[in-house]
């Protein structure tokens, strides 16, 4: 089945942890993106990729880091995660950018 | 002001009726459109894309005016299924995507 799949889907961590959220397509597809919801503010997006070892900021990218290693994998790496940083992520991906996106389920996470 | 506006709604319907949802983009490089429906904070799921000429599928029309960078989504015949909250993307080719804040469809029986 082709989909995105991102883990975990549910996160409480503390403040200052380090913290990986996966990121994992089985579509080959050559774009990827990560995005926060949080109420009121809709989707914003936080990084995206359009090809391995391609990364690019996107509106929110401060105290997140990414990488894309290989075609399926982008992960979404919070080096010392703080409560402003609680908020629903999601995974998707494209074939390119001119293609409707796949998302993964999400990830909530909660720092306190 | 922000680069995606929608129609903040609510919007509640009776089922049969036709609705329609617009959206405006400020970005002069916004190359690609679509339509997403997101229900009760789970993903988002892709609707629909949006072309120039006008695309169709079933009861849901989308347009796109370039010159006025505007988007819009038709509903007709209300279903309670429709229900969800509809989002506008822009897409520039260089990987930027920016949402629209959503806009809340209830459809009552």
């Known amino acids: 089945e082709a989909q995105v799949t991102q883990n975990p889907r549910y996160l409480i961590t503390v403040t200052g942890k380090k913290l990986t959220v996966t990121c994992s397509q089985n579509?080959?597809?050559?774009?990827m993106s990560w995005y926060r919801q949080d109420p009121g503010l809709g989707l914003r997006q936080i990084y995206y990729s359009m090809n391995v070892e391609v990364t690019d900021k996107g509106d929110v990218p401060e105290g997140y880091k990414v990488s894309r290693k290989e075609k399926r994998n982008f992960p979404l790496i919070l080096e010392s995660p703080s409560p402003n940083q609680t908020s629903l992520y999601f995974c998707a991906s494209s074939l390119w950018t001119g293609h409707g996106y796949t998302f993964g389920s999400g990830t909530r996470l909660t720092v306190v | 002001r922000k680069e995606v506006e929608q129609d903040p709604g609510p919007f509640n319907v009776p089922e049969g009726a036709t609705v329609a949802f617009n959206c405006t983009y400020s970005?002069?490089?916004?190359?690609?459109f679509f339509w997403y429906r997101q229900d009760c904070r789970k993903e988002p799921k892709l609707l629909m894309s949006?072309?120039?000429s006008g695309n169709e599928d079933g009861r849901f029309t989308a347009q796109l005016n370039r010159a006025s960078q505007y988007i819009s989504l038709l509903i007709r015949d209300s279903k309670l299924s429709d229900s969800a909250t509809y989002l506008c993307v822009v897409n520039t080719n260089a990987g930027k995507s920016t949402f629209g804040d959503g806009t809340t469809l209830t459809v009552k029986p």
């Open positions: 970005n002069s490089a916004s190359q690609s």
């Open positions: 579509m080959n597809h050559e774009y």
């Open positions: 949006v072309y120039s």
